[in-house]
């Protein structure tokens, strides 16, 4: 049986980024917890928005991995379908030179 080589797409790495920040920022929570955090005078982070702007970005990248998924599946079921229909061809011009030859 052949191997099937699996390479990772950029949209997969992302994922697994993305979903590790996340993972990472909500163990941290509790030590977060004292109140937002400010990255500069003007831009406060809240907790919330932030792990809920992750979660947006990781269900928005899950649609396109799985839409990937979809595509490559109907690729390979239009291959299949093209390699049966090729190998019902060559059955029957084998069974039509087998007449001819009077095996």
């Known amino acids: 049986m052949k191997k099937i080589k699996f390479?990772?797409?950029?949209?997969?790495?992302?994922?697994?980024?993305?979903?590790?920040?996340?993972?990472a920022f909500?163990?941290?929570t509790p030590a977060l917890i004292k109140g937002p955090v400010s990255i500069s005078s003007k831009l406060?982070?809240?907790e919330e928005t932030f792990e809920g702007?992750?979660?947006?970005?990781?269900?928005?990248?899950s649609i396109l991995i799985?839409?990937?998924?979809?595509r490559e599946v109907k690729k390979?079921?239009?291959?299949i379908t093209k390699?049966?229909?090729?190998?019902?061809?060559v059955e029957d011009?084998?069974?039509n030179s087998e007449q001819y030859i009077g095996i």
């Not at 799985?66 to 979809?70: G, H, K, R, S």
């Not at 390699?83 to 061809?89: H, R």
């Open 93 to 95: 011009r084998l069974s």
């Open 83 to 89: 390699i049966n229909n090729e190998k019902k061809k």
């Open 53 to 61: 702007v992750l979660i947006c970005i990781l269900f928005i990248m």
């Open 7 to 23: 390479q990772s797409s950029f949209l997969q790495i992302l994922y697994l980024i993305t979903f590790i920040i996340l993972f």
């Open 76 to 79: 390979h079921k239009e291959l």
């Open 44 to 46: 406060i982070l809240e």
């Open 26 to 28: 909500i163990i941290s």
């Open 66 to 70: 799985f839409y990937l998924y979809n």
